[in-house]
């Protein structure tokens, strides 16, 4: 199993040692950090010898739809308190599917529950504080496994999931996931 959290810190500390060797691509990735969002190239390199893993840890963040490092901590580690889960399940390559979204996480059980009763087979997730109900290909779009046993662990529920553990296991397939496409 990859934990989610150590993925991001290996992440981060790959991006260090690149941004240290003087690689250009890496210290672009430099402007999701806001104070160098706006930065230049030379600005960027001038502000290399600077970062830290903390700077790092706040790209790898940002990069996989969290607002801060603390942000994806407790996200991906399943704080009960969270309720923005970020957009770690939401991207460009599946935004042509058409899922049923949903303000109210009980709209969205509801919806859940009556559609697997109707023996279809669904998945309710959740984008930042929204929840949306996602069919098997959207899933498989996010480079996750429909079928995994994890998903009946969760009782096919992202936001509220019965076994909380299961859903640390599927945020690392989707984190393996996205790093093959890297």
Avoid at 40 to 50: G, Y
Avoid at 129 to 145: K, N, P
Avoid at 149 to 168: G, K, Q
């Amino acid at each position: 199993m990859i934990d989610p959290v150590d993925e991001l810190k290996t992440q981060a500390e790959i991006l260090h040692k690149r941004i240290a060797t003087g690689d250009a691509a890496s210290r672009a990735r430099l402007r999701r950090l806001t104070e160098l969002a706006k930065a230049d190239d030379v600005a960027i390199t001038a502000a290399a010898p600077s970062i830290r893993r903390k700077h790092c840890l706040t790209v790898c963040a940002r990069e996989h739809g969290f607002s801060t490092w603390e942000h994806a901590q407790r996200v991906l580690r399943g704080w009960e308190d969270e309720t923005d889960f970020g957009a770690l399940l939401y991207d460009r390559q599946s935004s042509g599917l058409l899922n049923v979204w949903f303000a109210s996480y009980v709209e969205a059980r509801e919806q859940l529950v009556a559609m697997r009763r109707d023996g279809q087979a669904r998945y309710l997730l959740a984008y930042r504080r929204q929840f949306f109900v996602a069919e098997a290909q959207f899933i498989e779009a996010l480079g996750m496994d429909p079928s995994d046993a994890d998903w009946e662990r969760l009782d096919f529920d992202w936001a509220r999931p019965r076994d909380p553990l299961a859903r640390r296991r599927l945020y690392g397939q989707r984190l393996q996931a996205l790093r093959g496409r890297a």
